[in-house]
C-alpha cells in the first residue's frame, strides 16, 4: 500500500519515526543499566571462591546482564516507540507540500515499499516511501 497525502495527494511521503528511535535508545540505556544488577549478583556469587571468583564472578555479570537487558530494552523500547508513532504522533510527512498527517488519516493504495535513499539536506530526517515497480 502506498501512502498517499491527505493534502495534496501526493505519493511522494516521507516517515519520521521519532517515537521508534527514542524509544529504542531508552529502552537500550535502561536494559544496559541492569549491568549494575549483573556485577552485583556476579561478586556476591563469586565471593564463596574468594577475590579472583569475585572478578570473574562481577565481569560474567557485567556482560550477560548488560548484553542482555541492553537487547531486551532496545527491542521493547523500540515496539513501544513504533506504536506511539502510529498512535499518537503524525509519523508521515509530504515531501512536495510538507504537510504531516498519522496512518489513520492517510489514504492507501495497494501495496507500498521502505526505500533507503540519500537524505536531502533539508529533510536530514525522513525516509521517503515509494511504490514498488514491480
Given at each position: 500500500?502506498?501512502?498517499?497525502?491527505?493534502?495534496?495527494?501526493?505519493?511522494?511521503?516521507?516517515?519520521?519515526?521519532?517515537?521508534?528511535?527514542?524509544?529504542?535508545?531508552?529502552?537500550?540505556?535502561?536494559?544496559?543499566?541492569?549491568?549494575?544488577?549483573?556485577?552485583?549478583?556476579?561478586?556476591?556469587?563469586?565471593?564463596?571462591?574468594?577475590?579472583?571468583?569475585?572478578?570473574?564472578?562481577?565481569?560474567?555479570?557485567?556482560?550477560?546482564?548488560?548484553?542482555?537487558?541492553?537487547?531486551?530494552?532496545?527491542?521493547?523500547?523500540?515496539?513501544?516507540?513504533?506504536?506511539?508513532?502510529?498512535?499518537?504522533?503524525?509519523?508521515?510527512?509530504?515531501?512536495?507540500?510538507?504537510?504531516?498527517?498519522?496512518?489513520?488519516?492517510?489514504?492507501?493504495?495497494?501495496?507500498?515499499?521502505?526505500?533507503?535513499?540519500?537524505?536531502?539536506?533539508?529533510?536530514?530526517?525522513f525516509h521517503p516511501l515509494s511504490t514498488s515497480s514491480q
Amino acid at each position: 500500500m502506498t501512502i498517499i497525502c491527505p493534502n495534496c495527494s501526493s505519493s511522494r511521503v516521507g516517515v519520521k519515526n521519532y517515537g521508534r528511535s527514542t524509544c529504542g535508545t531508552l529502552g537500550s540505556l535502561a536494559g544496559a543499566h541492569l549491568a549494575m544488577q549483573g556485577i552485583r549478583v556476579g561478586t556476591t556469587v563469586g565471593r564463596f571462591f574468594g577475590p579472583p571468583g569475585m572478578v570473574i564472578g562481577g565481569t560474567a555479570g557485567l556482560i550477560i546482564a548488560g548484553i542482555s537487558g541492553a537487547m531486551l530494552g532496545g527491542s521493547t523500547g523500540t515496539q513501544l516507540g513504533s506504536m506511539i508513532d502510529d498512535k499518537i504522533l503524525n509519523n508521515y510527512k509530504c515531501l512536495d507540500c510538507k504537510h504531516t498527517f498519522s496512518d489513520s488519516t492517510a489514504s492507501k493504495d495497494d501495496e507500498y515499499v521502505y526505500e533507503h535513499s540519500t537524505p536531502s539536506d533539508d529533510d536530514d530526517d525522513f525516509h521517503p516511501l515509494s511504490t514498488s515497480s514491480q
